[in-house]
């Protein structure tokens, strides 16, 4: 796997403990399922895309549009289908779900760039 991938998916699954902790702490069990739902969607998107990944160097050297937009298809998919399982058929808390997968989706921005930044760190010495 990827170094980027390792290091977001690691983030994700620790904001994943770490905010459902904060939420049983705060809000009770019910809050805290939703938000570590929500979390493991996002860490199943990053999942999603580190086997797409995978896939597409095994097969060509250059991607075609076409795959992207399938893997791109594939992804949205998942995500929606995982939202409506926890908040149709799980009944979990919306907010709580929501919650844990912005955050997941937002350690997926912030991830790469500290990476990006180590790696700097790392050449200037």
Known sequence: MDRQIRRVLSSQLALLLVASLVAFAIWGPRVAVAVCFGAGIASANTLMIAWRMRQGRAAQAQPSL????????????????????????????????????????????LAPLTVEA????????
């Open 66 to 109: 076409s795959e992207f937009y399938r893997s791109w298809l594939e992804r949205y998919l998942l995500v929606g289908v995982l939202l409506a399982a926890g908040l149709g058929g799980l009944k979990l808390m919306p907010l709580g779900l929501l919650s844990g997968f912005i955050l997941g989706q937002v350690i997926w921005i």
């Open 118 to 125: 180590g790696s700097r760190d790392t050449e200037e010495k």
